[in-house]
């Protein structure tokens, strides 16, 4: 099967192709259009972030802990770790009586490399609050703090949370639990194996808010673009331009 959909030319000549996928979908989660293997099976990484949130919102776990839309947002994020996304983490640890030491995402510089040098060239050191994936995590800090949970293995794919979320991916997609594999993200979250199409799908639920829930997502998302991504980043650039008419979540590697 042909899976070129992109050459990059240089003086007539094709200089390199990528390869790909693609699966369009209507509010009905009906096919409208595709490319190559529509049920190309690959795993969700970061785009699944509205997804994992969800069950902090249906909980009430935003309200339980005086949490808005800015919240939400920072929680789907793939963020640069500029200064408004790292407040915004911030007072979600305060709220929910967390500390960046407890986050178990890792650390890496910010994504925005201006900001990166800036901290480097103040000597401030990176913490796991720069990760781009830490809204996340204070999520799931968030989650298990609500249920009472113990927040130092929240990663396990045996946790409550972790299998909350395998639950309600299992939900959305149709997809009975045991038959979606989980492996490890980048930043030590569980992340889970789908078909393309059936990823498309659950856009389409969380774009058209297929509940209230997800409505709140998305509106989050679509309110505050910036939080989802930052500085050049395509999530953002491109909710800022759809001005509320798109929610866009990328995922590394896809």
């Known amino acids: 099967m042909n899976t070129s959909f992109i050459q990059v030319f240089r003086d007539g000549y094709v200089e390199c192709v990528h390869n790909g996928y693609i699966a369009v979908v209507d509010r009905a989660g009906n096919l409208q259009a595709g490319f190559g293997d529509i049920q190309y099976k690959t795993y969700w990484r970061s785009a699944a972030k509205p997804f994992q949130v969800y069950p902090l919102v249906k909980d009430g776990g935003i309200k339980a802990f005086s949490l808005k839309n800015q ?6 994020a793939s963020h640069t770790a500029e200064p408004e996304h790292i407040a915004v983490v911030e007072s979600i640890l305060k709220n929910t009586g ?13 994504l925005y490399e201006s900001e990166a040098y800036r901290l480097a060239y103040m000597g401030v050191p990176f913490s796991a609050v720069h990760n781009n994936c830490s809204g996340k995590h204070a999520g799931f800090l968030a989650q298990a703090v609500l249920h009472k949970y113990d927040t130092e293995t929240y990663l396990a794919p045996q946790h409550p949370i972790q299998k909350r979320i395998h639950a309600v991916i299992s939900s959305f997609s149709g997809v009975s639990a045991d038959d979606i594999p989980i492996a490890i993200d980048g930043c030590s979250a569980p992340t889970y194996h789908l078909p393309l199409y059936t990823m498309a ?5 969380l774009a058209r808010g297929a509940d209230a829930h997800l409505a709140a997502i998305r509106n989050a998302m679509t309110a505050h673009p910036f939080l989802v991504g930052g500085t050049d980043r395509f999530d953002t650039l ?10 866009s979540k990328i995922g590394a590697e896809g």
Do not use: D, E, T, Y
């Open 71 to 76: 919240h939400i947002a920072v929680m789907c």
């Open 98 to 110: 967390c500390s960046r030491g407890m986050l178990k995402c890792g650390v890496h510089p910010p």
């Open 201 to 205: 799908g659950m856009f389409s639920l």
């Open 238 to 247: 491109f909710m800022q331009v759809a001005k509320g008419r798109f929610v």
